[in-house]
Nanobody, 127 residues
Framework: QLQLVESGGGLVQPGGSLRLSCAASGFTLDYYAIGWFRQAPGKEREGVSCISSGYGNTYYADSVKGRFTISRDNAKNTVYLHMNSLKPEDTAVYYC????????????????????WGQGTQVTVSS
């Protein structure tokens, strides 16, 4: 059974850092594009970042570019989202997602392209 589990969220002060993890079971992450999304209260789920299979092409939303970094550890079957210089507007539940089928070398940006989702991890940026 394909499963994604996020962890690493928490409460952090503005300017602080967190590292989110997305651990996969039931499939090999390296063959799939993996996306990170977030949803704040009363807002739609939005794409934050994506990493493609293989070479690891990446995508970042303008709102996080230069502050967030996505990476993959194939040995641990885990994708990470390193978040620096956090702002109150980064507060949201963060989700990782995978498509139903492997996609070679492409980053998927739209949430409609993803079929499997984790349960989410809460990130709160507040002083």
């Amino acid at each position: 059974q394909l499963q994604l589990v996020e962890s690493g969220g928490g409460l952090v002060q503005p300017g602080g850092s967190l590292r989110l993890s997305c651990a996969a079971s039931g499939f090999t992450l390296d063959y799939y594009a993996i996306g990170w999304f977030r949803q704040a209260p009363g807002k739609e789920r939005e794409g934050v970042s994506c990493i493609s299979s293989g070479y690891g092409n990446t995508y970042y939303a303008d709102s996080v570019k230069g502050r967030f970094t996505i990476s993959r550890d194939n040995a641990k079957n885990t994708v990470y989202l390193h978040m620096n210089s956090l702002k109150p507007e980064d507060t949201a539940v963060y989700y990782c997602a995978a498509p139903q089928f492997p996609v070679q070398g492409m980053c998927l940006i739209s949430k409609n392209e993803y079929d499997y989702w984790g349960q989410g991890t809460q990130v709160t940026v507040s002083s």
